[in-house]
């Protein structure tokens, strides 16, 4: 019952900033977790961000903390990445996700409800 579709992603060097967006369907998208996450080739999807179905609460993972904000416009029903500092690490595919407000938090790909079909990041050293 929720589409995602992320957009936002291209090639930069590194130091430089890119903000992804991602738009969701649905009429009660309000009510759902968001969060990214991210694959880079040869590795396991990781989990980047995530926010709170009202946007009071961001948790991050550390190897972003600082560098990455996440947040969320409900009326506009699209999350999104603000990325700076970028590093050639950051390099992957990033995927938005959501996840029912029912049960625990998105911590994992596993407790994802709803994926987008990811967009792009080359960051160039």
């Known amino acids: 019952q929720v589409r995602l579709v992320e957009s936002g992603g291209g090639l930069v060097q590194a130091g430089g900033s890119l903000r992804l967006s991602c738009a969701a369907s649905g009429r009660t998208v309000s009510s759902y977790a968001m969060g990214w996450f991210r694959q880079a080739p040869g590795k396991e999807r990781e989990f980047v961000a995530r926010i709170s179905p009202t946007g009071g609460i961001t948790s991050y993972a550390d190897s972003v903390k600082g560098r990455f904000t996440i947040s969320r416009d409900n009326a506009k029903n699209t999350v999104y990445l603000q990325m700076n500092y970028l590093k050639p690490e950051d390099t992957a595919v990033y995927y938005c996700?959501?996840?029912?407000?029912?049960?625990?938090?998105?911590?994992?790909?596993?407790?994802?409800?709803?994926w987008g079909q990811g967009t792009q990041v080359t960051v160039s050293s």
């Open positions: 996700a959501a996840k029912s407000s029912y049960g625990g938090p998105l911590v994992t790909p596993k407790d994802a409800d709803y």
